[in-house]
């Protein structure tokens, strides 16, 4: 590797960061356009003498013109190659698909029923991006219930919740309270991925609330614990911040009107990147476990 290329890494990350943020996660040519070699091709023709493609001015600039190859007075320039359709297709966000997802969840009786529902709901154009729909995972007979906000990654291939490095941290705050897959209940406000794990926008949100509030009331824990900003925020309609929320009891009421008490707290995947903040969650937990036995 030479110096030059290895000044370059660090804009090479950069450029790679901003990929990912921006949700770009697959290449659209199986090998890599060299758009240097395209440059040095333009630039030939006059090099070698050659007349410059025809230039147009506009508002007093110069804009280049695509030159015209003509034999005998038919247009010979290259046709641009048919636009592949996707298999199905994306559906925009709108008032109308929430109202569908509505009337979906709340005639479901069972959690089989919801689950069927879901799977041929095309109202949410993230349906179209992932790889799995991610139901839920654990006991639905169990008297807590845990509420995420969307898939990530790992949880996308495996069609689970919380199967990745947050999952794994969450599995061990269960135990730290005597729980673990069998004596909880693992959902998400959102059951598909977002691209590039993007935040889902209030439209999202909004089209699959009514499946998260049918598939609580379906379950009917005695406690809700709320994991991130997002989750509390949507269950528990408010607009504070999770730090704020976390710690301190809410409540989710049911469509049909029934209060289960909620704890908010940080998401797993925020400890992650905050191991500072942990020992808040510990509390938060700790409450959970006093709650469920106050209950039982």
């Known amino acids: 590797m030479t110096t030059a290329s290895q000044n370059n890494l660090p804009d ?4 790679l960061a901003f990929y990912a943020s921006a949700g770009v996660d697959d290449a659209l040519e ?3 356009v060299n ?3 395209e440059a040095a091709a333009r630039q030939q023709p006059q090099a070698r003498g ?3 493609p025809q230039q147009a001015t506009v508002d007093g600039a110069t804009k280049p013109q695509p030159p015209t190859f003509t034999r005998g007075g038919i247009d010979e320039r290259p046709k641009a190659p048919p636009i592949s359709q996707p298999s199905a297709t994306a559906t925009v966000p709108d008032e109308a698909q929430a109202a569908l997802a509505r009337q979906l969840a709340s005639t479901a009786t069972t959690l089989d029923e919801l689950r069927q529902r879901m799977a041929e709901f095309d109202g949410c ?7 799995n729909m991610v139901f839920a995972d654990g006991n639905p007979d169990a008297s807590i219930m845990l509420v995420g906000e969307a898939p990530g990654r790992d949880e996308d291939i495996e069609g689970l919740p919380f199967v990745g490095r947050s999952g794994r941290l969450l599995d061990r705050m269960l135990a730290a309270i005597g729980l673990d897959r069998t ?3 693992i959902a998400n406000v959102i059951p598909w991925r977002p691209p590039g794990n993007r935040t889902p926008t209030p439209h999202e949100t909004e089209i699959c609330r009514p499946f998260i509030e049918r598939q609580i009331e379906l379950v009917n824990p005695k406690v809700l614990v709320n994991l991130g900003g ?10 504070e911040g999770i730090l704020r929320l976390r710690g301190n009891w809410r409540v989710h009421t049911t469509v049909a009107g029934t209060a289960i008490p909620a704890m908010p707290t940080l998401h797993p995947a925020y400890l992650l990147r905050t191991p500072a903040h942990k020992k808040l969650a510990w509390r938060d937990f700790l409450e959970v476990k006093a709650k469920l036995r106050a209950l039982s």
Request: proline letters at 6%; zero cysteines.
């Open 35 to 37: 758009r240097f070699a």
């Open 230 to 239: 997002p989750s509390a925020k949507t269950l528990l309609n408010t607009t």
């Open 125 to 131: 154009n993230l349906k179209f991006t992932a790889k």
């Open 12 to 15: 090479l990350r950069d450029l």
């Open 183 to 185: 004596s909880a209940y």
């Open 30 to 32: 199986d090998a890599p």
């Open 50 to 52: 050659e007349a410059a």
